[in-house]
């Protein structure tokens, strides 16, 4: 269960969409003064070198971030995309792009004094990671090395009775997809105000197609689901073709960020004709 490692894929497409949707839940939960807490189930390393090691073997950022990079001084690059580019610029100087900040680090970056971050991490290699990069680094931070679906239950609701939850596993076991639904059955009757995030892969496999509409019969009323393709399904049906984030109880502005950003993301990232994206709500 130990072989995925995000080094290989950070900064790729996939992130990209991942972490411009986590910045614009955080920024909608900043907007208040009250304090609030995140709970990211499958952290990672927390910050990756795109110089260097995984980054540079599949070279999968270069499809992703660095376009964005590249745009990033364009006066009409669409806000959200610009409000992610912050987000990376706070781990790099200059005009070199080196460090790519996962979520936990774009989570830490972004919260407050006052507010609290837990992460999950069950891998040894990137937990030790995650120690030893946030030991000093900030208070309001906690790092479990342990099974972040189960830690969850523990957590809700967290005691300000405001939070966002981000859950992000690999997918490369089957029973990821499941323990997704049941995970967020069960923290919606624990934590039903709360925000949602779950990124899932676009890939040729059943469990994948299915879960966008099973994910939508949990939270009738109170979704948004985001997906963006990159490229027509491989002959050999490998690889990841695109990615999407389903967010329960979304900001009501999330849409309109999100459809400002999406045909850029499509035109700049998208590799060949079967670049698309999906954007639909369902709130009430
Ligand atoms: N959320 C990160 C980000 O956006 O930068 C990327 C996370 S990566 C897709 C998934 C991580 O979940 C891997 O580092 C993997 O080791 C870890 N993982 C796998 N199963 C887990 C579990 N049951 N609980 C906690 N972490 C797990």
């Given amino acids: 269960m130990f072989s995925y490692r995000h080094g290989?894929?950070?900064?790729?497409?996939?992130?990209?969409?991942?972490?411009?949707?986590?910045?614009?839940?955080?920024?909608?939960?900043?907007?208040?003064?009250?304090?609030?807490?995140?709970i990211d189930t499958h952290a990672g390393g927390g910050v990756y070198d795109l110089l260097s090691?995984?980054?540079?073997?599949?070279?999968?950022?270069?499809?992703?971030?660095?376009?964005l990079w590249a745009h990033r001084k364009d006066r009409d690059l669409p806000a959200a995309l610009k409000d992610l580019i912050e987000q990376v610029e706070v781990?790099?100087?200059?005009?070199?792009?080196?460090?790519?900040?996962?979520?936990?680090?774009?989570?830490a970056q972004m919260l407050r004094p006052g507010?609290?971050?837990?992460?999950?991490?069950?891998?040894?290699?990137?937990?030790?990671?995650?120690?030893?990069?946030?030991?000093?680094?900030?208070?309001?931070?906690?790092?479990?090395?342990a099974d972040g679906f189960a830690g969850l239950k523990g957590c809700l609701p967290p005691p300000p009775k405001r939070g966002l939850v981000h859950i992000d596993p690999p997918y490369e076991l089957k029973e990821d997809y499941r323990r997704v639904l049941n995970t967020l059955k069960e923290s919606l009757a624990r934590f039903p105000t709360g925000t949602y995030a779950i990124w899932y892969p676009q890939v040729a496999r059943r469990e994948a197609d299915l879960l966008p509409e099973q994910l939508k019969k949990l939270a009738p009323g109170k979704w948004l689901h985001v997906s963006l393709r990159v490229r027509a399904t491989a002959r050999d049906g490998l690889g990841l073709h695109g990615s999407g984030m389903f967010v329960v109880n979304p900001p009501w502005t999330l849409y309109d960020t999100?459809?400002?950003a999406l045909p850029w993301l499509v035109e700049n990232i998208g590799i060949d004709d079967h670049a698309a994206y999906v954007l639909e709500a369902d709130i009430q």
């Fill in 8 to 38: 290989f894929h950070a900064g790729n497409h996939a992130d990209v969409l991942k972490h411009t949707v986590l910045v614009q839940l955080l920024e909608h939960l900043l907007q208040k003064d009250k304090a609030f807490w995140v």
């Fill in 53 to 67: 090691g995984y980054a540079t073997k599949s070279g999968e950022a270069q499809g992703g971030i660095h376009k």
């Fill in 91 to 107: 781990c790099n100087t200059g005009d070199q792009l080196r460090w790519y900040p996962g979520s936990p680090q774009i989570e």
């Fill in 115 to 145: 507010d609290h971050l837990r992460l999950y991490e069950l891998h040894p290699t990137e937990s030790r990671a995650l120690l030893t990069h946030f030991a000093d680094v900030k208070r309001g931070v906690s790092i479990q090395i």
């Fill in 258 to 260: 999100l459809a400002e």
